[in-house]
């Protein structure tokens, strides 16, 4: 049964077990592998992966091999306003030197309410800068995302520059009822992607 924990727990003969290894580079249960993902089951946890996602410190702790499972619906209000009070959710990855690399699943759940407010920044989206990175199973409601150019829903910016980087996924994700805007004069502004290279599909 998956609990609030982020972890795997049997109850067996009026004991319980913990299934799930705890993982102390992620501060979060399991490997991160595709067969035993990384369990995001609070606004702590969305929390802890964009602080680590665009720290220099753990750039090479997300790789491809890196699997987020989204487990609940959230509330992204919540969520933005723990990572700033004034501007909102920092999307992971983002800046160019330290992309999102890895796999995040939504699982089929929601983040409601997510907002940013940062009018002269770039990208500005859920992800940042994505490199080879997969997004998927994942819905956005309610958003309300401000910013310079590159803005959009999912990904700001899908790079897979060939013979440089990998080809990023966007797969079964949505955004609806939501208000996504750039600058008077930007462009490359979406409801899913940004900006999105040719490899990217």
């Known amino acids: 049964v998956d609990y609030g924990l982020g972890c795997r727990i049997a109850f067996r003969d009026g004991k319980f077990e913990i299934l799930s290894n705890y993982n102390r580079t992620f501060n979060m249960y399991s490997s991160g592998t595709d067969v035993d993902t990384l369990y995001v089951t609070s606004v702590d946890d969305v929390v802890d992966l964009v602080n680590m ?109 060939q013979g440089k980087r990998k080809i990023t996924y966007i797969d079964n994700c949505s955004v609806s009822d939501s208000r996504i805007a750039g600058a008077p004069d930007s462009y490359a502004v979406g409801g899913i992607l940004g900006i999105v290279d040719y490899e990217s599909q």
């Open 53 to 161: 996602s665009n720290d220099i410190r753990y750039k090479d702790k997300f790789t491809d091999n890196t699997y987020f499972l989204q487990l609940i619906d959230l509330n992204g209000r919540a969520i933005s306003k723990r990572v700033s009070s004034e501007y909102g959710w920092m999307p992971i990855g983002w800046q160019s030197t330290i992309p999102f690399r890895g796999t995040y699943d939504g699982g089929g759940h929601s983040i409601t309410g997510l907002w940013i407010n940062r009018e002269y920044m770039a990208p500005v989206a859920f992800v940042g800068f994505s490199d080879g990175a997969s997004v998927r199973n994942l819905s956005l409601k309610d958003a309300s995302l401000k910013g310079d150019l590159a803005v959009g829903g999912i990904v700001g910016v899908a790079t897979s520059s």
